[in-house]
């Protein structure tokens, strides 16, 4: 049994006994056509389940009123919440969002760059993926002349807009806190990847170490992707030095609480015998037992941020050079049960 024949504006000006073009018109709300014709059209097509051809309508106008936003998961409190600050905007400008994964998958985010682009939006927003290393891809929009806005994780390597949180500060404020909770021992997850969050997160570890006169030490780096899993495998590796850390500060909340459970598990105490701290304040570190110490990054502030910085761009002129611009977040540290040695242990 053959598919029914798409819907076109011709099936409605049939319909009503009017032009396509008046069709057309009625469509896009045009100020020419009265509003009994324009309910007369908006109720045909729904009649006749009419869905319009925005990649047409694109190719007539200019604007497909559509932009498209790429991070590596959606599953993520963090990028869900940029997302919707995103959105909120987008809305209220009338624009619709694509949203895309990319999973950390460098041959996907090729892919979905390019489909974008098919797609003909108007415009992308992305957070690169962890293994990207390469970025010849995302310079595909803006020869095209399509504004492309990074957030969270993003590279000096592309002249573009960028909205960041200052994860240096973030992280030397964490190690901060914990060297004037008595620590001196201090472990560190990151992720081998080249990703800026990450190396920013590095940096401060190792110049709050340094202001503080705190001895660094190699060992108590450890690389992983951070996940749940990884920050288990990372605090069992801590578990079997010679010296244990007295602290574990993870660049990622999810790696933190992975340590957390290790610990609880071997019946060690948190935080008197060994601090955790986190980054990224995802919604279970409020739950955790004890609560995690994490950095507040202010994802909906940034997915707004990141919009607005967008239809500047958007509306500036063909012929005018945008100037990239760096907008940098601070972030706020959120101190909890997991790393205050200073207040009486649990009996």
Do not use: W
């Not at 945008?322 to 049960?337: A, H, S």
């Amino acid at each position: 049994m053959g598919s029914k024949p798409k819907v076109t504006i011709h099936h409605i000006a049939e319909k009503l006994n009017i032009t396509a073009s008046t069709v057309s018109r009625a469509l896009n709300d045009n100020p020419r056509i009265s509003e009994v014709t324009k309910k007369a059209v908006l109720k045909a097509a729904k009649q006749l389940n009419y869905q319009p051809n925005n990649i047409a309508a694109a190719l007539r106008n200019g604007k497909s009123y559509i932009i498209g936003i790429i991070v590596p998961t959606a599953d993520r409190a963090f990028f869900a919440s940029v997302v919707r600050g995103i959105e909120e905007i987008a809305n209220k400008l009338h624009y619709k969002v694509i949203i895309c994964q990319s999973y950390d998958n460098y041959e996907k985010e090729v892919q979905t760059i390019d489909a974008l682009l098919s797609a003909r939006v108007d415009g992308i927003i992305a957070s690169i993926g962890k293994n990207t290393e390469n970025f010849d891809h995302y310079k595909r929009p803006q020869e095209k002349g399509i504004p492309l806005v990074l957030f969270d994780r993003t590279t000096d390597a592309l002249e573009v807009s960028q909205v960041v949180i200052d994860d240096y500060l973030g992280a030397y404020k964490v190690v901060e806190h914990l060297i004037q909770q008595g620590c001196r021992r201090i472990a560190h997850f990151t992720s081998p990847k080249k990703v800026s969050v990450f190396k920013e997160r590095l940096r401060g570890y190792m110049d709050a170490l340094r202001d503080y006169e705190v001895p660094f030490s190699e060992e108590l780096v450890i690389k992983s992707n951070l996940q749940l899993e990884d920050g288990r495998a990372s605090m069992e590796q801590l578990l079997g030095l010679a010296e244990r850390p007295d602290a574990v500060f993870s660049a990622s909340d999810y790696g933190a609480m992975g340590a957390l459970q290790v610990l609880k598990e071997n019946g060690i105490k948190v935080p008197h015998e060994i601090a955790v701290a986190g980054f990224g304040n995802e919604p279970f570190t409020s739950f955790s037992d004890p609560a995690l110490t994490t950095v507040d990054q202010f994802s909906l502030t940034m997915g707004r941020i990141t919009a607005e910085l967008f239809f500047e761009h958007f509306k500036a002129s063909a012929d005018k050079k945008l100037v990239p611009q760096k907008t940098v977040l601070k972030p706020e540290l959120i101190i909890r049960g997991s790393t205050l040695r200073n207040a009486p242990p649990k009996k």
